[in-house]
């Protein structure tokens, strides 16, 4: 029998034990109290009718029972008794209406817009462009200042050695258009680099003076910053001390050479191409030159400040050939004061404006980046030109019968060298470099007979 029909017999009985006044509790006999409706006995041979519906069937006021016949319909016999009897019944409290849950509206953020920036350059993207040799360079000084000296018993002229005979700096000097992390050291011997002639009294009783070399040597470090795109690079040199000394005639140089502040900033970048510009400054932090002439002393102060703005491009053709080079202008941004003691006075020396032209083209004839030992072998060729732009400045001045005439001799120059040198790599930090230069113009447009440089570079 299924639970509906086993509940609508509980209800019938309990009609029949109510119709018949018997009482007794619908839980000890095991069915729901109902309301009271009459079942007529059916006709011989049909079957009963069913109860009817309790909705349809009248209900007497006050009947406690007709208000839990809307029960009928669960059938449940546990759940039709406990919705009836009032000690089991429980009380569930009507939930309150909540007001609908509203999420509130975020307003839309949108994130800043990333700056555009150049890729770190330790990036393995740029690899190829980090590891490609700096350039040799070949500079020891344009526009040169002499001293014309006449005297009734002799003449004489003289390469003088401004800034301990370090003169001016260059970009293309160990350097590439390429911001890095490094410190260096270079050795420049420039052979015969400083001419002195001299005649009657101002020679004296010595020998001739030949021209005389010079030895530089520049310490340094390049450091990047912004992520790779910006450098900065400090160079200090300094010379073997210039002296000349004959019997009527003494110059002094000094040692100590320009300190040069050098920044950088990477304009263009791809994976074999590069282009790079910045701005150098040259601090007059150098020695002056003092001379004697007889009785008479003259000093040349070194005072100037340089200005050198630059560009420069980088491209590699294939994986073991590279090509570089700048553009460069050298310009003074006031003048040296000259003096002649006694008596004569003094005076102020602009030096004149050059510009730069370097190029340079290496191929790597052996290279393994990741052995030990040695790592790369690349030969170098290099051309550099250096211009005037403008006639010399001169400063003259007369003690007596003396005269003596501050200025550059060969007034404008074109100078054109050679360089050649050998690049070896050890490791991925540390190159060891060799090369030479050879003037290809005479006379006054060769400022040197041969220079040889050695540098060192450690790259971090």
């Not at 005439?405 to 040198?421: K, P, S």
């Amino acid at each position: 029998m299924s639970k509906r029909e086993a509940a609508r017999a509980c209800a019938v009985v309990a009609v029949l034990f109510s119709f018949l006044g018997i009482s007794g509790s619908p839980r000890a006999i095991g069915a729901q109290q109902a309301d009271p409706t009459v079942v007529l006995p059916a006709p011989d041979g049909d079957e009963p009718d069913a109860p009817p519906d309790s909705k349809s069937l009248p209900r007497e006021p006050g009947d406690a029972a007709s208000a839990d016949s809307q029960m009928e319909d669960v059938l449940d016999p546990d759940e039709l008794a406990q919705s009836q009897d009032p000690s089991r019944r429980q009380s569930t409290p009507r939930a309150r209406p909540q007001p609908p849950v509203t999420t509130p509206v975020q307003p839309r953020t949108v994130p800043p817009r990333a700056a555009a920036t150049a890729p770190a350059i330790s990036s393995p993207r740029f690899y190829r462009l980090a590891s490609v040799p700096e350039m040799f360079g070949d500079f020891f000084g344009g526009g040169s200042i002499t001293t014309a000296i006449a005297i009734p018993a002799g003449t004489g002229t003289a390469t003088l050695p401004t800034a301990g005979g370090a003169r001016r700096s260059k970009i293309a000097e160990n350097n590439k258009p390429f911001p890095q992390d490094r410190v260096f050291f270079m050795y420049n011997h420039f052979h015969n680099a400083l001419e002195t002639e001299l005649t009657g009294s101002l020679l004296g009783a010595g020998p001739a003076p030949d021209d005389f070399s010079v030895d530089r040597y520049t310490f340094g470090f390049e450091k990047t910053f912004c992520e790779g795109t910006w450098s900065a690079e400090l160079r200090v040199p300094f010379t073997g001390r210039f002296a000349e000394e004959t019997t009527g005639f003494e110059v002094d140089g000094g040692k100590w050479g320009n300190l040069s502040v050098v920044l950088k900033r990477l304009l263009y970048a791809s994976e074999c191409a590069a282009v790079a510009g910045g701005m150098a400054i040259d601090f007059p932090t150098g020695s002056d030159v003092d001379g004697t002439i007889g009785a008479d002393s003259f000093s040349l102060d070194n005072d100037a400040y340089h200005l050198m703005p630059y560009v420069g491009f980088m491209s590699l053709p294939d994986d073991r050939a590279f090509v570089q080079g700048f553009v460069q202008l050298d310009v003074p941004l006031n003048g040296n004061r000259v003096e002649v003691v006694p008596a004569a006075g003094s005076g102020r020396l602009d030096e004149q404006t050059l510009l730069f032209f370097d190029i340079s083209g290496g191929y790597w004839v052996y290279r393994n980046d990741c052995g030990s030992g040695l790592t790369g072998l690349a030969p170098i060729v290099e051309l550099h030109y250096t211009t005037t732009l403008e006639d010399t400045d001169s400063v003259a001045f007369a003690t007596g019968a003396a005269t003596y005439d501050f200025a550059n001799a060969a007034n404008r120059l074109d100078v054109l060298n050679l360089t050649l040198g050998l690049h070896a790599q050890f490791g991925q930090g540390l190159n060891v470099r060799v090369g030479a230069v050879f003037p290809l113009r005479n006379d006054d447009d060769k400022i040197f007979d041969a220079e040889l440089q050695v540098s060192v570079n450690w790259r971090y």
